[in-house]
């Protein structure tokens, strides 16, 4: 979509040549959503690929995460193979909705930043422990964990003019095994439920991630692989039944109902 309010994009080196921001201002990365539809009060783009940040810098402590890195880079990924957490990045980005064109334009801060319910990159970092470093206008850099960081539907944590810089993923949770589940109403739809687990190898730490089907990010931690009644018990400790996101992708009721028959699956698979 051409955006015809648009008057100005600018292609700083660094957030410091930005200058003082303005209400009108807007950060552009793969700009998928922000071409999508009308931007009526944005008269200015900001180009984050002029920052020539490195998209992927696997370390010793785990993996950092451009903002600017594309979903198609990601899902490229091989890394070390005691890292055996990684197919779940395919997996997470196969659940996505898009075509061959966003797969690779879309960058995975946008996918974060959107804060949608169904964002399938909010599900892989948070099931994946990542922390964001966000960049303020004025003040020090900050962290913040993804699970954290979304707080409804297309709401999170950022201040107005504030930038993700990027997601580190944590080696410990990188190396730990890993399960799966994602429904859709339709073969192609928007997720209704994606929910991960994680665990170590000998079924400690057992971390449950509930997305799609809440409007936020929702963890679930057991000392131990939970038995199904911990499991339920705990899922409805942490969501009530008007704790679920209701919308054309699934009623609430639904997507509660999902929620349990996938979380007990993932249970059992990793017991």
């Not at 197919?87 to 196969?94: A, G, Q, T, V, Y």
């Not at 170590?200 to 089907?213: C, N, S």
Request: charged fraction near 20%; aromatic fraction near 8%; include cysteine.
């Amino acid at each position: 979509m051409n955006l015809n309010t648009i008057a100005e994009v600018k292609r700083p080196s660094s957030p410091d040549e930005v200058g003082p921001w303005r209400p009108s201002y807007a950060w552009l990365a793969g700009g998928t959503w922000l071409f999508s539809e009308p931007q009526v009060t944005t008269d200015t783009l900001i180009d984050l690929d002029s920052f020539g940040w490195p998209s992927l810098t696997p370390t010793p402590d785990g993996l950092e995460i451009s903002a600017t890195c594309r979903v198609a880079d990601l899902h490229a990924f091989r890394g070390p193979p005691e890292w055996k957490a990684v197919p779940l990045f395919r997996d997470c980005i196969d659940a996505f909705l898009m075509s061959f064109k966003i797969w690779n334009a879309a960058t995975i801060g946008g996918n974060i930043v959107m804060s949608l319910p169904a964002g399938a990159m909010i599900s892989l970092t948070a099931a994946l422990e990542g922390v964001c470093t966000l960049w303020p206008r004025d003040g020090a850099p900050r962290s913040v964990p993804v699970v954290d960081f979304v707080t409804g539907n297309h709401r999170n944590v950022l201040r107005p003019g504030e930038l993700l810089r990027s997601i580190h993923l944590p080696a410990a949770a990188l190396t730990r095994r890993h399960a799966m589940r994602q429904m859709s109403l339709t073969r192609l739809g928007r997720s209704a439920a994606l929910i991960v687990a994680t665990v170590d190898d000998d079924g400690r730490d057992f971390l449950l991630t509930v997305t799609a089907a809440t409007p936020r990010p929702v963890q679930l931690r057991f000392q131990r692989t939970p038995t199904a009644a911990e499991l339920r018990l705990g899922i409805d400790e942490r969501l009530p039944p008007d704790g679920y996101f209701e919308d054309v992708h699934g009623s609430a009721a639904y997507k509660r109902h999902i929620t349990y028959y996938l979380a007990e699956q993932i249970r059992a698979e990793l017991a």
